[in-house]
């Protein structure tokens, strides 16, 4: 799955509970009181949170990758071996003259 379509997976989840907590039997008066805007922080906030927890595990993969390139010595180059992991990640090797794989 292309990076695009993971992270736009992960916020539409999000804002999907978003619309379903609306259609819930909460309402928001005109002037709105202490106790509603501390229901609404608290559901922006908890939404905040949810999104940032999805977005660092579905870009897991992009920061091994990340984490694999800083890594590498472009000076002396290998073989690359890509694996399929869990979830459709997948991971980088490179392979070194010696037969060793680094991951």
Partial sequence: MSLYWRILLLNASVLL?????????????????????????A??????????LLLRLGLAPLQRLTRAMRTTD???????????????ATEVHLSTPSGEATP
């Fill in 17 to 41: 509970v978003a619309v379903l907590l609306l259609l819930g039997p909460v309402t928001v008066s005109t002037p709105v009181l202490a106790g509603e805007a501390t229901v609404l922080g």
């Fill in 43 to 52: 559901g922006l906030v908890a939404m905040l949170l949810a999104n940032a």
């Fill in 74 to 88: 472009l000076l002396r180059p290998g073989r690359l071996t890509i694996r399929e992991g869990e979830g459709g």
